[in-house]
């Protein structure tokens, strides 16, 4: 079995180096192969989307220049108008105030889908049809498995729209619906739902092209390369890129009450009615004038509450100012897509499998771990300066699978690099037996541990193979190999586990019977003789037959292991004195 073993190792040894190269293929197209089938399944979706946040919060807060103001319907209008949902009169009351100051939209982010009485109802649509600068959003039911084919109704259960008698005056209509991310944070939003033959471009989105003066035939989706284009009436182009399910990545700029201009709901009312009884108002609404005026609901309880990269609550009204700045601003993020992202994949793979396998498993593990950080700031850095969102986590995984197979093929390698060096040091070449430098290695640690106990014994063979010299000269030096190799076969058949079997030099063999008495080992010395009688050898057309004499000797607790030796070489050499192909123990012969 040992010898079965031992020979494997040489294999492997030796086909490791011959197709290093090879394995190196291998290991990186295996690496490959298994990042790959996690990202086309999104097996650890959640950790790149992870990556994405983070890279968001090192980003840090940055400034948004747009004509856009929040005016928040929170906690002191509550207070003040009563209990939510308000009398459409106070809608209509806001509409007419701002609509005064000549805003750019009044946009607002609640859904008037159910109708009040009708004097408040007739109120607000007489507001509405006056200012003719007013946007109503329409809420679509998603499917959490809603697919890059939105736009074409797919994943789309049922339309909420405004009340006809509101959205026929209105300026635009746009949605407000968005579907989180695996993990349950809004990232994305679909710029364009279909449904029922009909088309709904997202609020902010809507808001944008109006601002930008691009006309609904201006506007066109390519889902196949993943662009919107718009084209406004002065000539201007913007393209605005998609991610690979046909979403708008939004730019989240700062939280919440810190990226634009926030106003109290009751305060600017209460301010225009302070302004013309020529009192100083709250809030000069002059700050409206030509500006995104975008209505919702901010108080906690009513609010929709939508976890997002830069923030775990964050008002769902916020989506629509980020969608609208971002176009408005052409600051877009971008984000690598499928092809791209197999590159990176398959780069990093094959890269650090032949970087890391080159290394020492502590200098591998040393590399990989500043790999994988300084990959995720150079990512981090590319989001910062270029707002592109590279593929990131599957890459830091592949660096990471790179390290843990090159390491251990490493360590395996090493493992047998040792035992081949082992067997170099301690066996004989021929025979595979240990040499005699090794078997007196241990003959003198059993000597000293046998020395302690008065009940252990230990006894020693020594062979010598009768008439080697006629048998190389009559047959040649390759069949007397063959004979001492059949020997050191034939001795470590007839022992035990525990037994040392090794050559001595030339056809001279030498075995340690740990445990065992002159009695026992002369049965095994015994065994051994005939045995090797009885073996014939063939050479050419030839049989020949040769003998083995053997001496024993029995631990006598002799004070050097050379006199310990020299016992089993006398008992030999009488052995063959005597006639040889017998067995002689150190004080009698047989």
């Given amino acids: 079995m040992t010898k079965f073993f031992d020979a494997i190792s040489d294999a492997f040894y030796q086909k490791f180096f011959r197709y290093k190269l090879a394995v190196k293929l291998i290991t990186a197209i295996l690496i490959a192969a298994v990042i790959l089938l996690m990202y086309q399944y999104h097996v650890v979706e959640r950790l790149e989307l992870l990556t994405v946040d983070y890279r968001f919060l090192l980003r840090g807060s940055q400034p948004l220049r747009a004509d856009i103001v929040f005016i928040d319907m929170a906690e002191d209008s509550i207070e003040a108008i009563g209990r939510w949902p308000w009398p459409r009169k106070w809608h209509g009351a806001i509409t007419k105030i701002l609509s005064e100051y000549h805003p750019r939209a009044i946009a607002f982010d609640v859904v008037f889908a159910e109708p009040q009485d009708e004097i408040n109802d ?83 989105f809507k808001l944008a092209c109006d601002t930008m003066g691009v006309e609904e035939d201006g506007i066109t989706f390519d889902p196949e390369r993943h662009t919107i284009t718009l084209r406004s009436a002065a000539g201007t182009v913007t393209r605005i890129p998609l991610d690979d399910e046909n979403q708008f990545i939004v730019n989240w700029k700062d939280r919440w009450g810190k990226e634009l201009p926030h106003y109290s709901y009751i305060d600017v009312i209460r301010s225009y009615g302070m302004a013309l009884e020529g ?13 995104i005026c975008i209505i919702g609901l901010t108080a906690l309880g009513l609010i929709d509450i939508k976890p997002v990269p830069i923030e775990s609550t964050y008002p769902a009204v916020g989506v629509n100012a980020m969608v609208a700045a971002g176009i408005i601003n052409r600051d877009f993020i971008r984000s690598t897509h499928a092809e791209a992202d197999i590159l990176i994949i398959l780069f990093t793979a094959f890269f650090f499998t032949f970087l890391l396998a080159e ?26 300066l270029f707002n592109i969102l590279i593929v990131t986590f599957y890459p830091m995984l592949a660096i990471f699978l790179a390290y843990i197979l090159t390491a251990t093929y490493t360590q395996i390698l090493q493992s047998v690099e040792r035992s081949r060096l082992f067997k170099q040091a301690t066996r004989d070449g021929l025979t595979s037996l240990y040499n005699v430098r090794h078997f007196n290695l241990l003959l003198e640690a059993e000597m000293k541990g046998v020395s302690f106990d008065p009940n252990r014994k230990m006894s020693v063979l020594m062979f010598d193979i009768d008439n080697f010299k006629k048998l190389n000269d009559t047959y040649g030096h390759q069949a007397g190999d063959t004979v001492l190799r059949d020997i050191a076969r034939l001795m470590q058949s007839k022992c035990r586990q525990t037994d040392i079997v090794a050559r001595y030099g030339g056809e001279e063999f030498i075995i340690m019977l740990v445990g065992a008495g002159r009695k026992e080992a002369m049965d095994v010395a015994e065994k051994i003789r005939a045995g090797f009688e009885a073996k014939k050898f063939r050479f050419g057309s030839d049989l020949y037959g040769t003998s083995v004499s053997v001496g024993v000797a029995e631990y006598a607790r002799e004070k050097t292991r050379e006199e310990f030796v020299e016992k089993a070489d006398k008992a030999l050499y009488r052995a063959k004195h005597e006639g040889k192909n017998r067995v002689c123990v150190s004080d009698s012969c047989g």
């Fill in 122 to 204: 007739a109120t607000f649509e007489e507001a509405i049809r006056q200012s003719g600068d007013v946007y109503l959003p329409l809420s679509y039911d998603l499917t959490a498995s809603a697919d890059a084919r939105v736009y074409e109704g797919t994943g789309v259960r049922t339309a909420i729209r405004p009340l006809e008698r509101f959205a026929r005056w209105a300026r635009g209509t746009g949605h407000i619906s968005a579907v989180p991310d695996s993990d349950g944070i809004l990232r994305r939003i679909y710029p364009v739902i279909g449904f029922n033959d009909t088309k709904s471009y997202q609020l902010g």
């Fill in 359 to 384: 290394l020492r498993p502590l200098g591998g593990m040393v590399a990989a771990t500043v790999s994988i950080i300084g990959y995720f700031l150079v990512s981090s850095v590319i989001f910062r």
């Fill in 279 to 291: 009192r100083t108002p709250i809030v000069d609404l002059n700050v409206f004038t030509d500006k």
